[in-house]
Nanobody
Framework: QVQLVESGGGLVQAGDSLRLSCAAS????????MGWFRQAPGKEREFVAT????????LYASAVKDRFTISRDNDKNTVYLQMNSLKPEDTAAYYC???????????????WGQGTQVTVSS
């Protein structure tokens, strides 16, 4: 069992940066690949980024590649999403999730946080 709590969301202007954090409980954090997903009002949840459990291999959605960076600190049981050059279309609730697979598919993720809101004004 893994419990996830996101933080770091907020209201920013286009071009600004934010760093989201996701703190995990439990001793097995380093066993899970971690992902970030987002969901805007009226839209389906979409993949943002994922990172492997220990090797640091990453995968990004094309919409955020070169602007967002996912990282993790297994000693702190925390995964991060550094978001630069934010755009209004990045406005969404952002969720972190844990999976035993390195995947962009939300169905592969068994554990989810409650989400943190990111709003980017133009």
């Amino acid at each position: 069992q893994v419990q996830l709590v996101e933080s770091g969301g907020g209201l920013v202007q286009a071009g600004d940066s934010l760093r989201l954090s996701c703190a995990a409980s439990g001793r097995t954090f380093s066993s899970y690949a971690m992902g970030w997903f987002r969901q805007a009002p009226g839209k389906e949840r979409e993949f943002v980024a994922t990172i492997t459990a220990t090797t640091g291999k990453t995968l990004y959605a094309s919409a955020v590649k070169d602007r967002f960076t996912i990282s993790r600190d297994n000693d702190k049981n925390t995964v991060y999403l550094q978001m630069n050059s934010l755009k209004p279309e990045d406005t969404a609730a952002y969720y972190c999730a844990a999976s035993t697979s390195f995947s962009a598919a939300s169905r592969q993720y068994a554990y989810w946080g409650q989400g943190t809101q990111v709003t980017v004004s133009s």
